[in-house]
């Protein structure tokens, strides 16, 4: 069974950078579409970044040119930078994967394996 670990998280002032992990375990990451969703107390999930099996990246609006998502060699870890962070940032990430070939769901509900969540807080 697929598992994703989420690591990296932790506190940052406002405009500070932080780099989040998601391990796999007993899969190739090569043929998913692997997505970060997130998530603040009150507000609805979101989703912030995904990159698809060919290695196409799509960003949510508000964090264009600030976080890059990113797969490492191997096919095993998949990355988020972010940086330049504000507090609107701050919530619990989590890391999702959907089987499937050039091509990323847009929805949360699509993502048949989750991990846990890491959580992120910017600090004004």
């Not at 391990?23 to 609805?44: D, H, T």
């Amino acid at each position: 069974e697929m598992q994703l670990v989420e690591s990296g998280g932790g506190w940052v002032e406002v405009g500070g950078s932080l780099r989040l992990s998601c391990s796999a375990s007993r899969v190739n990451l090569r043929y998913y579409c692997i997505a970060w969703f997130r998530q603040a107390p009150g507000k609805e999930r979101e989703g912030v970044a995904n990159i698809d099996s060919g290695g196409v990246t799509t960003y949510t609006d508000s964090v264009k040119g600030r976080f890059s998502i990113a797969k490492d060699s191997a096919k095993t870890t998949l990355y988020l930078q972010m940086n330049n962070l504000k507090p609107e940032d701050s919530g619990m990430y989590y890391c999702v994967a959907a089987y499937g070939a050039n091509y990323c769901p847009p929805y949360w509900a699509d993502f048949g394996v989750r991990g846990q969540g890491t959580q992120v807080t910017v600090s004004s």
